[in-house]
């Protein structure tokens, strides 16, 4: 995350000394820090943001019935590097999806994520990325990631960060190739919506 | 007024209709925001989770097709704002207006707007706040609308009534109006003739009308054959009312014949039984006398031949009075005087007139003591059980026995008279009670009496309400029982007629003479008065003066006073207060004397006597005796009234006989002349004289104060009449009738009147 309104530069006016520009430097970097610090306490991080929505999009997607009633734990289960650390416990900790508790699973593979409903890889496995997917092709779980171009190659959810704001694309085709039925509010507030 | 009680009535439902659609309207506003702030809210829903204000944006920008919305908002869930919309595009920053808590949705007026807020909820979860604010127009333009039809309407339909009414008005309500004045015209003045007049148009009005007039027409017709009914029914009333006087005049004519032969008949009776019975009692009488007085002077032959003359009268007086007797009952004249006695004081008397005969015939009388009372003439009860008696006597031989039995079964009381004579034979037990039939007429028997006796017995005991019969066998006796009506509850014993008498008691001579103090003005009427009061025994002071009449009464305390009124010097009246102011005069009775008749007010003063000059010296007298008491004065005239001379010389002869002095006069006339100049002591009064008889005198004698005092007896052959006893019975001491024996009474009666006569008073003092 960028601090605000900061470029970096700062303009020489007038006389200067030599002390003076490093004390401005000094109060500057410290303001930024405070801001920033400040800032962290009084917004969510953007992780915290991501979990949340991937809480949130449970609520807009169907699942096929077969997937869905195999145990009593809906689960969102984390592929690679897991970059949320401690968010899930504060964000969805004790929440329930369709009735069901919510779970939170990190997967070491792809196999792994047949029992998940909401996978979310992390931009570490963008290499084997093709590969996942095919394994998860035939499972019907809602794959989310943050890794660039991710509905492009075949992804169904991607995270976008514009504006400083959380907001995601969807691959409507990808999604509904493994069964899945995504809900107009959803894609309502979708910055982007690809078929194919 | 009609039109305005219902234009009002139009006006309150118009503005109750309005009201409610008013009401109603803001409701579904409020619903109709209410879902649209839902369809927001849920369709805002992943806008606020995915934090897309644009989004929110766009959903709230579907409330453009609402133009009464001026703004909506969507807030967070933690009360932030999100999203806002405004039809002309405006931002405004408002915060999200407090909700009350636990409330979904709230909803209020505000500024001429409407204001819904929701709460958003998904899944359970609130997720933020949508906020809706409309205007009113359309509601307002809606009930503008409404009242405007409203008003419309309202003013058509008023005219419309208007209209009805008026035609209404002009169709029913004028010909019913007219009709009811007709009717109020016709109940006024009764006039039937009258018509109401038809409208005309072929309604139920005109009908109405037309039925009204038939009526109408019904009426005057009953009206008309009423007034002929009436009209002939008074003609026959009248000719009836015609028809009953001349029955009436015709009846009353019959009546009046009938009461004349009636009247004619009780007339004859009325003299028959003087005319008979007076020589008939002069017979009586002197046979009497000259049986008492000569039976020593007369020779046997002579005494037998006096013996016949008396039972040969007295057998034509019994067949006289039967024959009266028998006479009046069949023409309904007898008169009863019916009242409640005992028989034990009946029976005695009768018994003691038959006891004499009774015992010459050695035949025993046999009766109890008789508790039983009857309801009955007690002069014919005598008469009837007299009759029974002297029959049983006279048909029972010598040392027989008679006996008299009372018995009542409540209602009757019988009496029966049982005999052990010959008896009757039973052919004769009817017959003996006709008239002139005697048992055994063709036998030779006693034939004594009348043969009258049961006939007029029968009779009376009907006439009473009881019954006669007989029982006998012959040789054994006979039983006559009779019935009468037993005694009512109230005994009231009525005294025969006799008056008590007023005792006049002799003053105590041994005072001397009583002292009498005369006052008067006038020296003539001095001497008068003392001249009458010293001939009667008593010592008389006169005075000449009111004044000094006190002063000497205080002195001498006379006995009595006369006082004369008119006097000059002071009024009679002011002397008679002095009198009885002044305590020691105040008892002293006082007689007024005076040529004015002022009685009132000498009684309201206190005087004891009122006597008008010329004052009658009896009557003087009179008053005198009546307040002092009688002086020592023989108190033996009579004076006797009969036209019959005989009469008068055998009355006067007895009362001689016994030493009174008697004066005889034969005419009432007579009577009032001489009792105005001589003061009597009692009157003797025959009842039946010519001129003046018996009743018109004792009238006079009314009339005369004086003579008031004096005791009147009358001896009399008349049968009195139930208003004529009652005359005799206020007016006179005592009645005795010619055809009984009357001497004896008569004498005792005097002597309880005025006194002995002054031979038996040899004894005492003279």
């Not at chain 2, 009645?735 to 009474?745: G, V």
Request: proline share 4%; aromatic share 6%; net charge neutral.
């Amino acid at each position: 995350m960028r601090p605000h309104g900061s470029s970096g530069i700062y303009r020489c006016t007038g006389h200067h000394r030599g002390s003076w520009p490093h004390f401005v430097v000094l109060a500057t970097l410290s303001a930024f820090i405070l801001t920033s610090i400040l800032h962290a306490q009084s917004s969510p991080t953007e992780y915290q943001v991501k979990a949340a929505y991937l809480y949130n999009f449970a609520k807009f997607v169907e699942w096929p019935p077969q997937v869905m009633s195999s145990d009593s734990s809906f689960n969102i289960c984390v592929l690679g590097r897991d970059p949320f650390d401690s968010t899930f416990q504060t964000t969805i900790a004790g929440e329930s999806i369709k009735g069901r508790n919510v779970l939170v699973k990190r997967i070491p593979r792809a196999q792994d994520g047949a029992g998940c409903q909401i996978l979310f890889i992390s931009s570490s496995e963008e290499a084997r990325l093709k590969d996942i997917l095919d394994v998860l092709d035939k499972m019907s779980v809602l794959t989310v990631s943050d890794m660039p171009q991710f509905t492009r190659r075949g992804g169904m959810i991607q995270f976008v960060t514009e504006a400083n704001r959380v907001r995601f694309e969807v691959n409507l085709t990808n999604a509904e190739r493994t069964g899945l039925t995504l809900s107009s509010q959803l894609l309502k507030v979708a910055i982007g919506v690809r078929r194919g | 007024m009609n039109i305005l009680v219902s234009g009002a009535a139009l006006v309150i439902a118009c503005a109750a209709f309005v009201t409610y659609d008013w009401i109603t309207s803001r409701e579904a506003m409020v619903h109709n925001l209410s879902i649209q702030a839902q369809i927001t809210g849920s369709n805002s829903v992943s806008a606020l989770l995915f934090n897309d204000p644009q989004s929110a944006e766009n959903t709230l920008s579907a409330l453009k097709a609402a133009p009464n919305i001026v703004s909506a908002r969507i807030y967070t869930a933690e009360g932030l704002a999100f999203a806002s919309y405004s039809p002309d595009g405006s931002r405004e920053a408002l915060p999200l207006p407090a909700l009350p808590l636990g409330q979904l949705e709230h909803h209020w007026f505000q500024d001429g707007h409407l204001v819904v807020a929701r709460k958003i909820v998904f899944e359970g979860k609130p997720t933020g706040t949508v906020y809706i604010r409309s205007d009113l127009q359309e509601i307002s333009h809606r009930l503008k609308r409404y009242a405007a039809i409203a008003a419309i309407v309202l003013a058509a339909s008023l005219i419309a009534a208007l209209l009805v009414a008026s035609i209404f008005q002009r169709a029913v309500a004028e010909p019913i109006v007219h009709l009811a004045e007709i009717t109020r015209i016709v109940s006024r003045d009764k006039n039937y003739s009258l018509r109401a007049s038809p409208t005309g148009n072929r309604d139920e009005p005109d009908i109405l009308i037309h039925a009204f007039n038939d009526m109408l027409g019904q009426i005057q017709q009953r009206e008309d054959a009423l007034r002929d009914a009436h009209r002939e029914l008074e003609q026959r009333v009248e000719a009836r009312t015609a028809q009953l006087a001349t029955a009436n005049k015709e009846l009353e004519q019959q009546n009046r014949e009938v009461e004349r032969a009636t009247q004619l008949k009780s007339h004859f009776l009325a003299s028959m039984s003087h005319e008979l019975r007076t020589p008939l009692n002069a017979i009586i009488g002197f046979s009497d006398l000259l049986a008492e007085k000569t039976t020593d002077h007369l020779t046997d032959k002579q005494n037998r031949f006096i013996g016949h003359v008396r039972n040969g009268a007295r057998h034509l007086l019994q067949l006289i009075n039967d024959i009266l007797d028998l006479s009046k009952i069949e023409s309904g004249l007898l008169e009863l005087r019916r009242e409640t006695f005992g028989l034990s004081e009946a029976m005695p008397e009768v018994l003691s007139v038959i006891r004499p005969l009774a015992i010459a015939k050695k035949i025993r009388i046999e009766h109890a003591e008789e508790t039983f009372s009857v309801y009955a003439d007690r002069v014919r009860f005598k008469q009837i059980l007299y009759n029974l008696l002297s029959n049983a006597l006279k048909f029972t031989p010598e040392g027989g026995k008679v006996r008299v039995e009372g018995s009542s079964n409540g209602s009757l009381v019988s009496i029966a008279v049982s005999d052990s004579g010959i008896g009757i034979r039973s052919e004769d037990q009817q017959l003996i009670f006709e008239e002139f039939r005697q048992a055994g007429e063709s036998t030779k028997g006693v034939k004594e009496g009348t043969g009258l006796g049961l006939a007029i017995t029968k009779r009376l005991v009907e006439r009473q309400g009881g019954t006669i019969r007989v029982m006998s066998e012959l040789g054994k006796g006979s039983c006559f029982s009779f019935t009468l009506p037993a005694g009512r509850a109230a005994l009231e014993v009525q005294p025969e007629p006799v008056l008590s008498e007023v005792s006049i008691e002799d003053p105590d001579l041994s005072e001397g003479k009583p002292l009498v103090l005369v006052v008067d003005d006038e020296p003539s009427a001095r001497e008068l008065l003392a001249s009458y009061l010293e001939g009667a025994g008593y010592a008389v002071t006169t005075v000449t003066s009111g004044a000094e009449a006190v002063e000497r009464a205080r002195q001498l305390d006379p006995a009595a006073i006369t006082l004369d009124i008119l006097m000059p010097g002071g009024s009679g009246f002011g002397t008679l207060a002095e009198f009885k102011k002044t305590v020691e005069t105040a008892h002293i009775p006082i007689i007024v004397v005076s040529v004015v008749d002022q009685k009132e007010t000498a009684f309201t003063l206190g005087a004891a006597e009122y006597l008008v000059k010329p004052v009658q010296k009896s009557a003087l007298l009179n008053a005198l005796r009546k307040h002092l008491g009688a002086v020592s004065r023989t108190a033996n005239h009579i004076l006797v009234v009969d036209d019959d001379p005989i009469t008068l010389d055998v009355v006067s002869d007895t009362l001689r006989s016994v030493g009174y002095t008697p004066h005889t006069v034969s005419s009432g006339k007579e009577a009032l002349e001489f009792l105005s100049k001589v003061d009597v002591d009692a009157i003797l009064l025959d009842l039946i004289m010519p001129e003046m008889d018996g009743f018109e005198v004792l009238c006079a004698i009314k009339d005369i104060p004086e003579l008031c005092e004096v005791p009147v007896f009358v001896l009399t052959a008349k049968d009195l009449t139930e208003r004529e006893s009652r005359i005799l019975k206020r007016g006179t001491r005592a009645l005795f009738r010619k055809d009984t024996s009357w001497k004896n009474d008569l004498l005792a009666q005097l002597a309880k009147a005025v006194g002995k006569p002054p031979l038996a008073k040899t004894a005492g003092q003279s």
